[in-house]
């Protein structure tokens, strides 16, 4: 029952609709001068770009193992059964690890703000709760965003490859990058062109592996240091009490003599 | 003397200034204003220096502490407590660097309630919170012996075993930790510095660097407030550091060899630049000197190898943080002045610490052996700032 989001490039003719209707949802201000803006930002969860005469989309991936909760302290951001990955901006404490983590480099921050928050897309979550589609899905006039199940949105990405091969490269960018994501994208260039990190440096691992690999031993590394400490304190003491038990005794047969 | 007395107080008396300033842009106008972190460099300078470093350089507590009453190396018994001093203070500094640097210190105890046990950063945390927990009462007999309290110091030779023993395994667990920190972003540091022994190497160059600290501050110390030095304990700390150099270099390079960058280290890049220039002040210069006899019984050559030895590593951590991203990021991060000039208000802070505390707590025991040859501290060359022995003045 996990959702999702398609976009493909190919239908998009790069109106920006999605980002206006991104904005109003989030209560972000949208004017022609933020429209001209081209990258993401603390008030820009999602951007479209232009090259050329084609377009592309950016957003947040929503991965099916997000860095972003893993690396968190405080557990801010965590992935919903329905796909969302959201922010709780109760619980951070702004540590922009997250930020660090992402190889998307989607997490963005308020840097102005006396008490700031980090943002970035979160796939309208009340909207899904609520049976509706995201907001950039439903203003999107040609389609090119499309929000659905997860598995129907990938068999149906597949089904566009297969009707059109010359108008799609042969791949679907999010379905095994960092062990799968929550956003595809259909296109006929490379998404790496616009920004995005080539799917051969991320690779397939869900990053939170990177760092689970080191964190999973710590439960056995720690009895097992705390024995060999204590085992060391224990023996290079015991030689000093036996050395000096051993000069007592000595000098008392020594005494006794 | 007096002139330069004045001197030095000025100097302090302007970076304080200068640091209040900033921690004034910091908390009225936001980290934007104060720094220049940006999205793509979202961590700076004082996450690679303040917290990074600041860690590392704290790291003679533990080993010190490790060496005397783990190890039972008694010759070492008269650094264990400047070591531990200096630890103590490291790791306040590094919280309050860290409340510079979240965004929202306000709520660092969230740590306490919000807990995320896959963090590195949670773990870091906590071990760090603990460990100055463990500092604070291993530093606290100093306090009670000023004031001669006998009954609290014995309640803590009761439980030091406990402290000593948790002690190293918090400083173990966490100055890997600052490490592992960096296993996330394979697709984002360079390779130069982006390994999955990252972990390990954090521990052993803590460990160098520990052992260099020591080095330097009791001879900084003795110099700067006229203490006695006993030349053994230099000599045995000057034999450990260079042994701790060389088990820094094989891994490292072995770890270059095992991925195959041998050949790249050696092609001139931005990135090569600054290893070099890494790998020169903590390997080749130090080991070269140490390897002669007349450095290692020399405790100003000591000296100068212990500062080398640290500026390497310091060099060392700053690339992981700073340098080895900025080709992913695509520009340059430099500092803005404010930035630095916090920094530099912590180290400040940290020196005049440290002279208060040795000024009014018995840090430095009184001469126990005046038939060992004292430290000549008139030639000593000492570069530091002498601060710290007007601190308090």
Same mark, same amino acid.
């Given at each position: ?257 | 003397?007096? /002139? ?5 107080? @000025?100097? +302090?008396? !302007?970076? &304080?200034?200068?640091?209040? $300033? ?38 003679g507590g533990?080993c010190m502490v490790g060496a005397v009453y783990?190890f039972n190396v008694e010759r070492l018994h008269s650094v264990v407590r400047p070591a531990v001093l200096t630890a ?24 306490? /309630? ?5 963090? @590195?950063? +949670?773990? !870091?945390? &906590?071990?760090?919170?603990? $460990? ?6 291993e530093f606290?007999p100093n306090?009670?012996e ?64 520990g052992l260099?600290m020591t080095i330097f501050e009791s001879t900084q110390s003795a110099k700067a407030f006229g203490r006695h030095l006993e030349l053994s304990v230099l000599v045995t700390l000057g034999g450990a ?58 405790p100003?050559?000591l000296y100068?190898?212990s ?47 440290f002279?208060?505390a040795v000024?009014?707590l018995p840090i430095f025991p009184e001469a126990r052996h005046p038939v060992q040859p004292r430290l000549?501290t ?16």
């Open positions: 029952m996990s959702k999702a989001l398609l976009y493909d490039a190919t239908m998009c003719i790069g109106c920006k609709q999605c980002e206006s209707g991104c904005a109003q949802q989030n209560n972000l201000p949208y004017d022609d001068k933020v429209a001209a803006e081209s990258v993401q930002s603390a008030h820009k969860y999602t951007v479209v770009m232009t090259k050329d005469d084609k377009f592309m989309r950016r957003l947040c991936m929503h991965c099916e193992k997000p860095a972003c909760a893993s690396v968190c302290p405080v557990g801010a951001f965590h992935k919903t059964k329905e796909g969302p990955v959201v922010y709780d901006v109760w619980k951070c404490i702004g540590c922009r690890y997250c930020m660090v983590a992402c190889v998307f480099g989607q997490p963005k921050y308020e840097w102005q703000s006396l008490n700031p928050r980090v943002r970035k897309c979160i796939m309208c979550p009340d909207l899904i709760a609520a049976g509706k589609q995201t907001a950039c899905a439903a203003i999107c006039p040609t389609g090119a965003t499309k929000f659905g199940e997860r598995d129907d949105l990938i068999s149906e990405a597949k089904d566009r490859i297969r009707q059109s091969p010359s108008t799609y490269l042969p791949r679907i960018y999010g379905l095994n990058e960092v062990g799968g994501t929550s956003v595809f994208i259909l296109s006929s260039v490379n998404a790496e062109e616009y920004g995005y990190p080539a799917s051969a440096k991320i690779g397939d691992t869900p990053m939170p592996e990177y760092t689970g690999r080191v964190m999973d031993r710590i439960p056995d590394f720690i009895p097992v240091w705390t024995l060999a400490l204590g085992g060391i304190y224990w023996i290079s003491h015991r030689r000093d009490e036996v050395a000096a038990a051993e000069a007592e005794e000595r000098k008392q047969n020594g005494s006794g003599k | 003397m007096k /002139i330069k007395l004045t001197f030095w107080k @000025v100097v +302090f008396i !302007v970076i &304080m200034a200068l640091g209040l $300033y900033s921690s004034f842009i910091r908390y009225f106008r936001g980290l934007g204003a104060v720094s220049n972190m940006t999205d793509q460099f979202p961590w700076g300078l004082w996450i690679g220096f303040d917290c990074l470093c600041g860690v590392m350089l704290a790291a533990f783990l103590f203070l490291g790791y306040i500094l590094f919280i309050v660097g860290l409340l510079y640097d979240l965004g929202r210190p306000w709520y660092i105890w969230h740590q306490l /309630i919000y807990m995320n046990p896959h963090s @590195v950063m +949670f773990e !870091v945390g &906590m071990c760090v919170m603990t $460990y100055t927990t463990v500092l604070f009462f606290l306090v009670f000023r004031f001669n309290l006998q009954t609290p110091i014995r309640l803590i030779k009761k439980i030091y075993p406990v402290l000593i023993v948790l002690g190293i395994l918090l400083s173990t667990l966490h100055q890997s930790s600052l490490g592992s920190l960096y296993l996330i972003m394979p697709s984002k540091l360079h390779p130069f510095w982006y390994t999955p022994a990252l972990p390990f190497f954090f521990f052993a160059s803590a460990v160098a660097v260099a550091l260079l042994v701790a150099l060389w088990v820094n270099a094989l891994l490292r390079f072995e770890d270059y060899f095992r991925r195959g960058l041998i050949r790249q280290i050696f092609k001139p890049s931005y990135e090569a630049y600054f290893l070099w220039l890494e790998l020169t002040l903590t390997f080749v210069i130090p080991i070269t000197m140490l390897s002669f006899k007349k450095v290692r019984l020399s100003q050559w100068l190898a500062i080398c030895t640290v500026l390497g590593f310091i060099t060392n951590r700053l690339n992981i943080a700073l340098i080895g991203f900025e080709t992913y990021v695509g520009h340059h991060y430099i500092p803005k002045w404010t930035e630095f000039s916090i920094t530099l208000m912590i180290i400040a802070m940290g020196f005049a610490l002279g208060l000024k009014y000549r008139e030639t000593a060359p000492v570069l530091a700032t002498p601060v710290l022995g007007h601190a308090g003045d």
